[in-house]
């Protein structure tokens, strides 16, 4: 793909607990080039960088583009101050890491830091699938489980940059454990807590003698549960059930709380949209106010690469803000991130 020299071009990092994905796109979502490699938990996050920004560097003397700022996708929670990511559960060796300034001196380019579920919705609300929306909630599901929240055309941070951490929330007293606690969103609603959910069933089906196809780990993954849910499975579609029903809560509370325009899934709600979205909306028609549930739109990521889109949404947003601090932004959108 040629590049067009008008736009504004950025390095996109999207850092996670299975992978870290890179990419240079520009001001229209558009990406030009993309890599990723898996996140190895022994080491330490210089030489993962180290090895990212080598690539990075390569993929812009080969396309012959110029960026103007690094955006990072990373986990939460994050202090957005600092640029340092705090006690990430899945990220043992990258807590307390000055992220932010790493990248910045490495690159000598405006570096940005956001977590994954603010990035998220930053891109969704630029080229996704909560485009125009004035009131947008996004859900992670993946590794972990946070919210990205784009709240009456702004997107909400908190004083910490702690907002949207709804991982942290309990659900219940008992229950697959995430961030901790037994029973959290993080517990039921990501995807080691969807393989936690499926190992308690599977050994419940065992233990009464019923057969069931849901393999023991490390074959026992979230593609292994939705896929033996979709053949019939009825252990599989039990525990399928119950993270809809988790879901539906969380997004009843959401619905009430916030009254969004859309919620977006990502990852594991995106690549099985078609098991949740109807229990969901079932369980938001009893929970949710009638008015609010009846605006709300579920939709699956509207993004094709949206780790990088996300990260890349992080840099445009930097150098708007950056734009406007200097007085030479041309036009500001109000539905723009800022």
């Given at each position: 793909m040629v590049a067009d020299s008008r736009r504004r071009h950025a390095l996109a990092l999207d850092i996670g607990g299975t992978k870290i994905g890179l990419g240079i796109g520009d001001d229209l979502g558009v990406v030009h080039?993309?890599?990723q490699f898996p996140t190895?938990?022994?080491l330490a996050p210089e030489p993962l960088l180290g090895r990212a920004l080598d690539w990075l560097h390569a993929a812009c003397n080969d396309h012959g583009l110029i960026p103007e700022a690094v955006g990072v996708a990373a986990p939460g929670p994050l202090d957005r101050a600092s640029g340092r990511l705090l006690?990430?559960?899945?990220m043992l060796r990258w807590q307390g890491f000055a992220l932010r300034d790493y990248l910045a001196q490495a690159t000598a380019l405006p570096t940005a830091v956001q977590n994954d579920a603010n990035a998220a919705v930053l891109a969704e609300v630029l080229w996704g699938a909560a485009r125009g929306a004035d009131t947008a909630v996004?859900?992670?599901m993946s590794t972990g489980m946070g919210a990205g929240l784009w709240i009456e055309g702004r997107l909400i941070e908190g004083p910490c940059g702690l907002a949207g951490e709804i991982g942290h929330i309990r659900l219940t007293d008992e229950g697959p454990v995430g961030f901790g606690k037994r029973g959290s969103v993080e517990g039921y609603l990501s995807g080691p807590g969807l393989v936690q959910l499926a190992a308690a069933e599977a050994l419940a089906f065992h233990q009464r003698g019923a057969a069931t196809t849901l393999p023991d780990p490390p074959a026992l993954t979230p593609e292994a549960v939705f896929a033996a849910a979709r053949a019939g499975d009825a252990a599989a579609r039990a525990v399928v059930g119950t993270f809809t029903r988790m879901l539906g809560r969380?997004?009843?509370i959401l619905v009430d709380l916030l009254n969004p325009d859309v919620i977006v899934f990502g990852t594991i709600g995106t690549a099985h949209f078609d098991l949740l979205a109807p229990g969901v909306e079932?369980?938001?028609r009893v929970e949710a106010l009638p008015e609010s549930a009846a605006?709300?739109?579920l939709r699956p990521s509207g993004l094709a690469q949206r780790g990088i889109q996300s990260a890349l949404a992080v840099a445009l947003a930097a150098l708007d803000r950056g734009a406007r601090a200097t007085g030479t932004a041309k036009h500001t959108d109000r539905?723009?991130?800022?």
């Open positions: 080039a993309a890599h190895d938990p022994t006690e990430v559960p899945n996004f859900l992670t969380l997004c009843a079932e369980l938001l605006r709300v739109a539905r723009r991130p800022r």
